[in-house]
């Protein structure tokens, strides 16, 4: 397939018109005719650009095969996984670093290696490369969840270099919704996706409210207000305890946590006042 065609194809593949593309690349809809019909070829320094708006390395633009590459990248992300373990804290982030770069020499500047490399890279340790790689993301993606995800993580990279400016504007960029795609799969769907979004999404509620809990007895505590502290705790204490009988899934393990029923316990021992 020749280059004019490949654009046209991931043109027509994404719904786009010619205008839309000539628009942001900053040429004419005519250039963008030529070059698919073959009378004429993008300027060179257009072609990372071209690229780019596709989502695809400038290897693949010239020899294009969307399906091969998406399933080496699964690949990829399945051995990075593996890498990482199970829980939120990855288990060996050297690893998972190295079968990253490995894939981005491989694919370079595919979004989704570069929205796993951008979780795994320390902070505040290396903020300034999280932030540049946010940066990238958040310009370049097809995919607006990799996009929002892209700022939360820039913000927390500033907030650690104390740029509390550019912290809230990255914060700004993230859309207010009031519902995820796997709510809205538990309310509609039927059968087994629907019981693997209900259950996905109960262990996500459950962990965010944890955290706005702790959040609120953090501020509490900082303002002097010792028993308001100590109620948040408590309420988020009585929380984790009532999923005791809870069980783990095919999709999500146990959300009971014994380890974190003993560090709630022990800030709010640490809020209640000595009697006498």
């Known amino acids: 397939m020749k280059l004019g065609e490949k654009i046209r194809t991931l043109r027509k593949q994404r719904g786009l018109s010619q205008e839309v593309l000539a628009e942001h690349l900053g040429v004419s809809f005519q250039a963008i005719s030529k070059w698919e019909n073959g009378s004429t070829m993008p300027d060179v320094m257009l072609i990372p650009a071209i690229a780019s708006f596709f989502g695809v390395s400038t290897d693949e633009l010239f020899d294009f095969n969307l399906y091969e590459t998406e399933k080496k990248v699964e690949a990829i992300v399945d051995a990075y996984s593996e890498a990482w373990g199970k829980g939120d804290v990855c288990r060996n982030p050297e690893e998972c670093e190295r079968i990253l770069r490995a894939g981005l020499k491989q694919y370079p500047g595919n979004e989704v290696l570069l929205n796993c490399l951008i979780g795994t890279i320390p902070i505040p340790e290396r903020a300034e490369e999280v932030i540049e790689i946010g940066k990238q993301l958040a310009a370049s993606t097809r995919f607006d969840e990799i996009r929002i995800d892209a700022y939360r993580i820039m913000a927390e990279a500033y907030k650690s270099l104390g740029e509390d400016a550019m912290c809230r504007e990255a914060v700004g960029k993230i859309p ?101």
């Open 176 to 276: 207010e919704i009031y519902f995820s795609a796997l709510s809205v799969k538990a309310e509609l769907l039927d059968g087994e996706e629907r019981f693997e979004a209900a259950n996905k999404e109960k262990c996500l509620c459950l962990e965010h409210l944890l955290r706005m809990l702790s959040i609120l007895a953090d501020h509490y505590a900082a303002e002097g207000e010792r028993e308001k502290a100590r109620i948040q705790l408590d309420i988020a204490h009585r929380v984790i305890a009532a999923f005791e009988n809870d069980f783990p899934t095919r999709y999500t393990r146990s959300p009971y946590d014994p380890a974190q029923i003993e560090e709630i316990s022990r800030r709010i021992d640490v809020m209640t006042p000595d009697e006498g």
